[in-house]
């Protein structure tokens, strides 16, 4: 089993920028598909990004595409998320999330992910 922790959540005027890490612990994410997904209140779990094992492939909600960018480093077991021109509706828990299996692609339905982080803060204000 693989433990993330995610960090970097806080408080951004709109149209600032934030950068969230997830650091993952025993099992390796080096060979696993990886996601961000958000849940805000009132509303249901929303996928964010995934990006597969390499980096070398990714996929974004249409909501954060051009704005948002998911990375990863192997090396340092750890994803990113680069959000950038933050808007008030991306207020929400930010989690991180591991693939259940090493898929080669990508998959974005959050029934394929195992496993998951504690989550993680965005407030973005007016």
């Known amino acids: 089993q693989v433990q993330l922790v995610e960090s970097g959540g806080g408080l951004v005027q709109a149209g600032g920028s934030l950068r969230l890490s997830c650091a993952a612990s025993?099992?390796?994410?080096?060979?696993?598909?990886m996601g961000w997904f958000r849940h805000a209140p009132g509303k249901d779990r929303e996928f964010v990004a995934v990006?597969?094992?390499?980096?070398?492939?990714?996929v974004y909600a249409y909501s954060v595409k051009g704005r948002f960018t998911i990375s990863r480093d192997n090396a340092k077991h750890t994803v990113y998320l680069q959000m950038n021109s933050l808007k008030p509706e991306d207020t929400a828990v930010y989690y991180c999330?591991?693939?259940?299996?090493?898929?080669?692609?990508?998959?974005?339905?959050?029934?394929?992910?195992?496993?998951w982080g504690q989550g993680t803060q965005v407030t973005v204000s007016t």
């Open positions: 999330a591991s693939h259940s299996s090493p898929w080669r692609g990508v998959r974005a339905s959050s029934a394929d992910f195992g496993s």
């Open positions: 025993g099992r390796t994410i080096n060979i696993y598909g």
């Open positions: 990006i597969n094992w390499s980096g070398g492939s990714t």
